[in-house]
């Protein structure tokens, strides 16, 4: 019973609104922030020449070892397909 009230009083901090300005301006730059991720549809956002270079740079890094080639997306999580191995059946006397 004891944990449930401390989880209220927690909650009930959470819950409150910014007071603090400087809170109010890390939360505004964070929903900045979330609405020019959005625009960019999945890319960096706003990056430099320099950053997409470097991105361009690793990527080639990571396909050189280990092993993507051309037209391979590098950012995507790798699908494996497993089978079941052929067991011979077991001969009962």
Same mark, same amino acid.
């Given at each position: 019973?004891?944990?449930?009230?401390?989880?209220?009083?927690?909650?009930?901090?959470? @819950?409150? $609104?910014?007071?603090? +300005?400087?809170?109010?301006?890390?939360?505004?730059?964070?929903? /900045?922030? *979330?609405?020019?991720? &959005?625009?960019? @549809?999945? $890319?960096?956002?706003? +990056?430099?020449?320099?950053?997409?270079?470097?991105?361009?740079? /690793?990527? *080639?890094?990571?396909? &050189?070892?280990? @092993?993507?080639?051309?037209?391979?997306?590098?950012?995507?999580?790798?699908?494996?397909?497993?089978?079941?191995?052929?067991?011979?059946?077991?001969?009962?006397?």
């Amino acid at each position: 019973m004891r944990k449930s009230g401390r989880n209220l009083g927690f909650t009930a901090i959470v @819950g409150q $609104k910014a007071t603090d +300005p400087i809170q109010n301006l890390f939360v505004q730059a964070i929903r /900045e922030y *979330d609405q020019k991720s &959005k625009a960019a @549809g999945g $890319k960096l956002v706003e +990056p430099t020449p320099e950053t997409e270079r470097e991105l361009k740079s /690793e990527l *080639d890094r990571v396909a &050189k070892i280990f @092993g993507g080639g051309e037209g391979v997306d590098m950012t995507k999580f790798p699908s494996f397909k497993f089978q079941d191995p052929q067991i011979d059946p077991i001969n009962q006397a």
